[in-house]
C-alpha cells in the first residue's frame, strides 16, 4: 500500500505538491538554507549512486548550511518515474563529452544494471565492476556532474525567492489578523 501511494498518492499529486510546498516553506530556517538544501537534493538525485541519495544530499547541504530535511525533499526528484529519464540524460550525456564505454543506450537495461552493480559491490567484485559496470557508469558519473549543477542552480535561485515572498505574504496575513483582533478588543 505504501508503495502505491508512493507511485499514486491517494490525495492526488496536486494536493501532494501542495502539502510539499506547505511543509517545505514551513521548515524553521531561512529561505537560502531550505532553497540550498532543497537544490542539494534535487541535483543529487540525478547522480548514478542509486541508494545513498539521501545521505550524500544530506552531507553536501550540512556542507554548504543547507537544510537536511529540505534536502531530503528535494532527493524526491529521483524517483521511479523520474529515474528512467535520468539515467539515459545522464548516460548519453557523458557519452557526449567523451566517456564513451563502447556501450549504446539500446543495449544497457539500467534496472539489471543496477542490480548487478550491488550484488558486486556486496560481494567486491572488483574485476565485474571494472569489466562491466564502470563502461556504464563512467559516462552517467560524467554527464550527471554538470546535470547535477544545472540543477543545483535552476532550483535554488526560484526556491529562495517563493520561500520568501510565502513568509512575507503569510507575515501580512498574521499582522492583519492581530489588528483585526486588536480592533474587536478595543472598539
Not at 499514486?8 to 517545505?24: A, D, F, I, N, V
Not at 548550511?65 to 548516460?91: D, E, K, Q
Request: with cysteine; glycine share 8%; net charge positive.
Amino acid at each position: 500500500m505504501r508503495f502505491r501511494e508512493f507511485l499514486w498518492p491517494r490525495m492526488g499529486w496536486r494536493r501532494s505538491t501542495e502539502y510539499l510546498r506547505h511543509r517545505l516553506a514551513r521548515l524553521h530556517a531561512t529561505p537560502h538554507e531550505i532553497a540550498a538544501g532543497f537544490a542539494c537534493g534535487a541535483a543529487i538525485a540525478v547522480t548514478p549512486f542509486v541508494g545513498t541519495h539521501l545521505v550524500v544530499a544530506a552531507a553536501l547541504a550540512w556542507l554548504i548550511r543547507g537544510n537536511i530535511i529540505a534536502s531530503a525533499i528535494g532527493s524526491l526528484l529521483g524517483n521511479p518515474w523520474t529515474f528512467p529519464f535520468i539515467w539515459i540524460w545522464t548516460f548519453e550525456l557523458g557519452r557526449w563529452m567523451g566517456f564513451d564505454g563502447n556501450v549504446s543506450t539500446d543495449k544497457v537495461d539500467f534496472v539489471t544494471f543496477f542490480g548487478a552493480m550491488l550484488k558486486a559491490a556486496l560481494r567486491f567484485d572488483v574485476r565485474f565492476m571494472f569489466e562491466s559496470v564502470w563502461p556504464v557508469l563512467g559516462p552517467m558519473l560524467a554527464g550527471s556532474v554538470p546535470t547535477a549543477i544545472a540543477i543545483w542552480l535552476a532550483i535554488y535561485f526560484p526556491i529562495r525567492s517563493l520561500v520568501a515572498s510565502y513568509r512575507s505574504r503569510r507575515e501580512i496575513r498574521r499582522l492583519r489578523k492581530e489588528r483585526t483582533l486588536l480592533k474587536e478588543t478595543l472598539g
